[in-house]
Structures are given as structure tokens and as C-alpha cells.
């Protein structure tokens, strides 16, 4: 399995762009970089994936270096209900055990 | 409606009961998951339904057993428990086995006495 590695935790101002990074330098051709979160009390919640291209959606971007062995996560302007434990995974791609490992996360404490 | 709901919420259970929890999603998904989270730690898969039948089995003992009567639904029996069982039981699920993106429940707080 590809293993990520994450800084253990980050702070960011609220209002301030949130530049999570992970490292993935296993990672194979076919193997896809999700992102997840999980804020406390609560079950974790889908963010974003991609597998070469960087990637946008409401919540987040996706940077992935060229060479596919590390990624950024940015949330643009962290709010407080962005205080969370973030989760950088990459998804095994070996027909039927195609299945999620989740690391130990980066947790991010947004402050006032 | 893209919720999975758990039940119950918190469930303090003796080493000699037997229990169950129960997940339920209604987005037509045809995967259903259970993973245990221990405190501080990250979620870890225990088993993984795709239309109704079990595709995977994280080793996990059989004082566990899943259960997937429909399509919607996705039960975990409990008995014998050890007291390292306690934990936060998480379930989620996806369109496919093999899609992107899972959606979790909220889970349920085991503790075993």
C-alpha cells in the first residue's frame, strides 16, 4: 500500500488560506490522493480526490506535484468550523480490496 | 437525502451480552461499511458489503458478524466482547465498492464493561 506521510498538527488564522501538505512518494501510476476530514464528535466527511490534475470544488484544491509523490490540500479561507483532523489517503487500487486506509491526519486548529 | 444514520448513539454493553448496531442509508448505494475508531486513532475497516455481500473481512474476529439484510440496511452483532472493543463504531457508505467518495454516519460510542 502507498503510505502518506502528514505533519501531525497546523494552525491557521481564520480568513487565512489552510495549506495542508502530504507526502506520498510510493504512491503507484493508478492509485488516487483522497482527502478527507474529521471534525470532532462527528464521522469523517469526503473533501476531494484526484489522480493527476489538480482539482477544485466548493470545499477545497487539490495540488498534486507533477511526479505524483506529494499533495496540497488549500482551503482558502479557513473558518473556525474548519477545525478538524484532515486526511490524506491513498486509495489501493487492486481489484476487490479497493478500500480506504486511513493515516494519522493532520489536525488543524483554526484560530480567532 | 445523503445521511446515514446510526443506532444507538452510545451503548454500554457487559462482556457476556449480546447486541447489535444498526446503520441505514437510503441513497440507493450498494456499499456498506464498518470501521472502528479507537480515541486519537483513525478510522480502521473492518468490513466492506457490495450488493449485499461481504467483499471484505479486515481479520476481524468473530465475536464481530455483519450482517446486510437489504440494500439499505447493515446490522453489526456484538457479543463476547472485551473490554479493547470498546470504541466509536463508524458506518458509511458509497454508490459502489469501488467509488470515491464515502459518506459516514456519525457512529456509535461502545463501551465494553
Known amino acids: 500500500d502507498a503510505k502518506t506521510t502528514q505533519p501531525p498538527s497546523m494552525d491557521c488564522a481564520e480568513g487565512r488560506a489552510a495549506n495542508l501538505p502530504c507526502n506520498h512518494s510510493t504512491i503507484s501510476g493508478n492509485e488516487y490522493v483522497y482527502w478527507y476530514r474529521q471534525i470532532h464528535s462527528q464521522g469523517p466527511q469526503y473533501i476531494i480526490h484526484?489522480?493527476?490534475n489538480n482539482e477544485t470544488n466548493e470545499m477545497a484544491s487539490l495540488i498534486i506535484t507533477e511526479d505524483r509523490k506529494s499533495s496540497t490540500l488549500i482551503l482558502p479561507h479557513a473558518t473556525l468550523r474548519d477545525t478538524a483532523v484532515y486526511y490524506c489517503i491513498v486509495r489501493v487500487d487492486i481489484p476487490g480490496r479497493r478500500a480506504l486506509t486511513f493515516g494519522s491526519g493532520t489536525r488543524l486548529q483554526v484560530q480567532p | 437525502d445523503t445521511e446515514v444514520t446510526q443506532t444507538p448513539k452510545h451503548l454500554v454493553m457487559g462482556m457476556t451480552n449480546k447486541k447489535s448496531l444498526k446503520c441505514e442509508q437510503h441513497m440507493g448505494h450498494r456499499a456498506m461499511y464498518w470501521y472502528k475508531q479507537k480515541a486519537k486513532k483513525p478510522p480502521e475497516l473492518m468490513f466492506v458489503y457490495s450488493y449485499e455481500k461481504l467483499s471484505i473481512n479486515e481479520s476481524v474476529p468473530s465475536r464481530f458478524s455483519p450482517e446486510c439484510p437489504n440494500s439499505s440496511l447493515l446490522n453489526l452483532h456484538l457479543h463476547a466482547l472485551q473490554p479493547e472493543d470498546s470504541a466509536l463504531y463508524l458506518c458509511?457508505?458509497?454508490?459502489?465498492?469501488?467509488?470515491?467518495?464515502?459518506?459516514f454516519g456519525p457512529g456509535t460510542r461502545l463501551t465494553v464493561t
Open positions: 458509511a457508505s458509497s454508490q459502489e465498492a469501488d467509488y470515491y467518495e464515502q459518506y
Open positions: 484526484g489522480l493527476k
